[in-house]
């Protein structure tokens, strides 16, 4: 074909079925993994990227502000717990964002009475702060001190003590309270 002799010997008959069926077999993981895959997905839906899953998961992040401060307060829970579900999905539930979405949803679950189901929220956004982000953050600083007010209120005075104090040296360090002055001031 190309004027090259064909220096290669012939694969034996044994070696070349051999072959196939390892490439038959790998095609069908494969197969099965992206059907899978696909049966997630709602009917109708085609499968997301994890960039359009980023950006659903911020549209819903709006939405649920938007929607809270217009006083639709179980349409800002829906909104505010669709982003987090999306967040997790997008980044394996570890990232800034997703620790943002979980404060925002326990906050409002907070705000409406659903004080238990608000609690693991921000434990866990605290969590996610703390193992992979670092504790410098206004965004921490707010789960902090969202969950110690929670604790308070649920008459848990030591734990609220602890989450408190954290809030208050970070909120110092970080000069929250001057900005927060600043701004209303």
Not at 96 to 121: C, M
Not at 135 to 144: G, I, N, P, Q
Request: with cysteine; net charge positive.
């Amino acid at each position: 074909m190309n004027g090259l002799p064909n220096t290669r010997k012939p694969m034996p008959m044994k070696k070349l079925a051999l072959a196939a069926c390892l490439i038959v077999y790998q095609s069908a993981q494969l197969y099965a993994q992206a059907s899978q895959a696909w049966d997630a997905q709602p009917l109708g839906a085609t499968p997301q990227t994890s960039a359009s899953v980023l950006e659903e998961a911020d549209n819903q992040r709006a939405a649920a502000v938007k929607l809270f401060g217009e006083s639709k307060y179980d349409a800002a829970v829906a909104a505010a717990k669709r982003a987090a579900e999306l967040f997790e999905q997008a980044d394996g539930g570890e990232s800034a964002e997703t620790a943002k979405a979980l404060s925002l949803l326990a906050y409002y679950y907070d705000f409406t009475g659903q004080v238990n189901q608000a609690e693991p929220l921000f434990r866990r956004a605290v969590s996610i702060w703390e193992k992979k982000h670092g504790a410098e953050s206004v965004d921490y600083f707010d789960a902090l001190r969202r969950y110690a007010s929670l604790l308070h209120r649920k008459k848990r005075d030591d734990a609220a003590e602890k989450f408190g104090r954290r809030a208050s040296e970070l909120g110092a360090r970080l000069k929250v309270w001057e900005h927060a002055t600043a701004k209303t001031g």
